[in-house]
Structures are given as C-alpha cells and as structure tokens.
C-alpha cells in the first residue's frame, strides 16, 4: 500500500501548532523530504536548536564563573597583602600601634 502524503495538510498542522513560524529551516525540509511528518521534523529540529544553546549559555556562563573566582582569588590576595603592609594606608592587620614612642612623645609635648 503506498500512502500518499498530503504536504497541504502537515503545513497546515505545523502553522497551527507554531503559528509565528515565517519560513522552515533546510534541516526540516531535508528530514521530510525523507518521509518524515512535517510537524515532527520542525519539533525535532527546534529541541535540538534549543539544547545547543544552552549548552552555548552553560559553557558561557561557566567561563564567567571561573573567570570570576580568578578575580576574587587575586583580590583575596591583594587584601591578605595590604593586611601585611605597614605605610601610609595605616596599619596592617594584626599589628598595633606603638604605645611608647619616645620620639613621637617627644614631639607631641607642649615643652617646644
């Protein structure tokens, strides 16, 4: 029994169930041209379209990920260094301010 496939009516059904579709990529054409539904094909097509871009959307939004907790490891970095530094920022963290500086004492005295 050989069917003959109405085109007119597997259209119809796909502008139905996708009523935005303006044109029918290559790739569904080809997989009807091969025998099969129309609608299927575009279906098909269009989860397989959406899997790669959000395998795209992953892959970008990964490389964000690390590139941001590179920079958060190098800003950790740069405050453990300024903690450690003494100069004209302040103290460093952990160091204490002098309480006896004989100079300092010496220069803050009202005896000049």
Do not use: C
Request: hydrophobic letters at 40%; glycine letters at 6%.
């Amino acid at each position: 029994m050989n069917k003959q496939r109405n085109y007119q009516v597997e259209l119809e059904q796909l502008k139905a169930a996708h009523p935005d579709l303006d044109h029918i990529p290559e790739e569904v054409a080809q997989r009807s041209a091969k025998g099969m539904n129309l609608l299927q094909a575009y279906e098909q097509w269009a989860a397989a379209v959406d899997v790669e871009a959000m395998q795209q959307e992953n892959k970008a939004l990964l490389e964000e990920n690390e590139a941001l907790k590179k920079e958060i490891a190098v800003l950790k970095q740069n405050a453990l260094a300024r903690a450690r530094t003494v100069g004209g920022a302040g103290l460093g963290a952990g160091m204490e301010k002098p309480h006896n500086n004989v100079f300092l004492t010496g220069l803050e005295t009202d005896s000049w």
